[in-house]
């Protein structure tokens, strides 16, 4: 079955439809014109039409004057604003489709544990430097499988892997894990955000921004990023 389109063979409906269509186009950017244009005749009328014994003040012109000028800029600053804004969006969208098929450390505190893969890798994010500090795994229950030291680390994101043995020497069972970690500088603690390693498999725009969809870990903003991998 093939579907017809009905056209349109009137040709002064044709032309009224072109026209109408570039007046709308028209209609945001003559509107601080014709504002204005209202404005001074409004004003010219007014002088026009003013007791020559009870002129009209300077003053209280200039001041007319500088509001039809205030709204003016108004308007131009949030076109500017509005151009700005699509512009960083569409910015923002190219980079997230380059992040495609690529993989991200995020936050988060999963370390999922795949014999097939060899190791199970993580990472980290210091505030600052550390002298010593301790990555602690835990299995689905809590209990602490492994502990891995840490020394001499610089600001900044960094990754580790897990062997998948425990600290028995045992071979941990494949699964879902989490770990924590906690550092120190002297004798002060560092802040430490906890960073899982995910693949991004989709991207969404919408009103908030554009978002990264990092598979079974979810949805994270690009500034959640620490690293690409």
Do not use: C
């Not at 991004?200 to 990264?212: E, N």
């Amino acid at each position: 079955m093939s579907t017809t389109a009905a056209t349109d063979t009137n040709p002064a409906s044709s032309v009224y439809s072109a026209l109408n269509s570039k007046s709308s186009a028209k209609t945001s950017a003559n509107s601080t014109t014709e504002t204005e244009d209202r404005f001074l005749k409004l004003l010219v009328t007014q002088l026009k039409n003013q007791d020559p014994l009870n002129p009209l003040d300077n003053a209280q012109m200039t001041s007319q004057m500088a509001q039809i000028s205030t709204v003016n800029g108004i308007e131009k600053l949030n076109t500017t604003l509005q151009a700005m804004m699509a512009s960083t969006s569409n910015s923002e969208t190219v980079q997230a489709a380059a992040m495609l098929g690529k993989g991200v450390l995020v936050p988060g505190t999963g370390l999922a544990l795949k014999a097939a893969d060899g190791a199970a890798f993580a990472g980290f994010d210091l505030a600052g430097p550390i002298d010593t500090g301790t990555v602690t795994i835990n299995d689905a229950n809590g209990v602490a499988v492994r502990t891995i030291k840490l020394s001499g680390m610089e600001a900044g994101a960094h990754t580790f892997q897990w062997d998948g043995k425990a600290d028995n020497g045992a071979v941990a069972a494949d699964g879902a894990y989490t770990f924590s970690v906690a550092a120190t500088r002297g004798s002060e603690k560092v802040e430490i955000t906890a960073l899982q390693i995910g693949m991004v498999t989709s991207i969404m725009s919408g009103s908030k921004g554009v978002s990264l969809n990092v598979g079974s870990l979810g949805n994270f903003k690009m500034t959640d990023v620490r690293e690409i991998l």
